[in-house]
């Protein structure tokens, strides 16, 4: 997939917004009514199996480093991630049973589970260097191309939830700026780029389904 792109994530920056939008999610889950929980939230999600999957982004960091010790990078641009968004690892059966799993793995005290899913990413970005391995679902990646589609996932699915239990609670404006970064790089190298360069500059409507993914 080598090939020249103009954006490139500052590492530094990137860490520190993957840590703002995983506390993020921590906030959240703590604003969330517990009587919510159990109710439907997404499609056929309810709030518990929305928080499970926005927790993946930080449950994911650990485990692919692991998987991906020792393996030769295969992805190497943050825009390459895309790709699984169009691949059968999107299958939305497959997803709603890792979302469904996710929620029970927070276990009785969500916004703990939440919490130690934090630390343990934490600890893991700690460990490894920005150039580590990640065998990731497109393909193995370094940790710190990896990681930009990790914030895009907290903001993304952070939004999910605060609409889903009428939350204002505004994103990070770091993690917002690699989520947006990620998102324009993802739509200009897909057929609606430049529709969607007209709808963000109100020089043409977006539709109500529309999405670069």
């Known amino acids: 997939m080598a090939q020249s792109r103009p954006v490139i994530f500052e590492p530094v920056a990137v860490r520190a917004a993957f840590v703002s939008a995983a506390q993020h999610l921590v906030e959240i889950a703590a604003a969330v009514p517990t009587a919510s929980l159990d109710e439907l939230a997404l499609g056929t999600w309810t709030t518990r199996d929305l928080i499970g999957h926005a927790a993946r982004a930080l ?3 650990p485990l692919y480093l692991e998987s991906g010790a020792g393996l030769v990078v295969e992805a190497d641009h943050a825009f390459d991630y895309a790709a699984v968004f169009r691949s059968g690892y999107a299958d939305p ?28 990413a934490s600890e893991a970005l700690e460990r490894y260097p920005d150039d580590a391995p990640v065998k990731s679902p497109a393909g193995v990646m370094r940790l710190i191309d990896y990681l930009p589609c990790r914030v895009f996932e907290l903001v993304v699915h952070g939004e999910d939830i605060k609409k889903a239990v009428a939350l204002e609670l505004p994103p990070p404006r770091d993690a917002l700026t690699v989520a947006l970064c990620l998102t324009a790089g993802w739509a200009a190298e897909s057929p609606v780029g430049r529709q ?18």
């Open 93 to 120: 059966a497959a997803i709603d049973e890792r979302a469904r799993q996710a929620g029970q793995d927070l276990g009785p005290d969500v916004v703990a589970g939440v919490r130690a899913q934090l630390e343990s």
């Open 196 to 213: 969607a360069l007209l709808g963000l500059t109100g020089r043409g409507g977006l539709a109500p389904d529309f999405t670069v993914l």
């Open 59 to 61: 449950v994911t960091v």
